[in-house]
DNA sequence: AGGGTGACGATCA
DNA sequence: ATGATCGCCACCC
């Protein structure tokens, strides 16, 4: 298993009208302090069929500039996520990753 | 091999 | 809140 496919297994996990941050995934990946990389990753979203969308920078700000960042906010809303100024409302939106970061015999 | 580059993130002025 | 700085690390010349 490759770090590219954990992280985007990891991704595929967040539910609509949840979202996460690049930092978050890299760490439910098993990969902490890999958020560029997650953010590389999501260059192919769409060629992966991801939900690039809701994956968020640190603190649930959009770090992607221009038309970009207008679509994901757009596809975000629309699957009722929302947003308190420039950033998305953590605090109801941030989805919890399950993933145990000490895999210590298994999550009962 | 070596240096520049990010859809990052934390810290500080 | 905003901008600068620094640490990080796979990629791409």
Do not use: C
């Amino acid at each position: 298993m490759t770090m590219q496919n954990k992280i985007i297994a990891a991704i595929r996990k967040i539910p609509k009208g949840k979202v996460s941050t690049y930092g978050a995934v890299a760490r439910a990946a098993g990969y902490p302090r890999y958020a560029r990389q997650v953010a590389r990753t999501l260059h192919m979203a769409a060629a992966l069929n991801l939900p690039w969308h809701r994956v968020l920078g640190a603190g649930g700000e959009i770090k992607l500039t221009g038309h970009s960042a207008f679509e994901q906010r757009f596809r975000l809303q629309s699957e009722g996520v929302a947003f308190r100024g420039r950033r998305v409302d953590m605090r109801t939106h941030e989805h919890k990753f399950s993933k145990p970061r000490s895999p210590r015999r298994k999550a009962q």
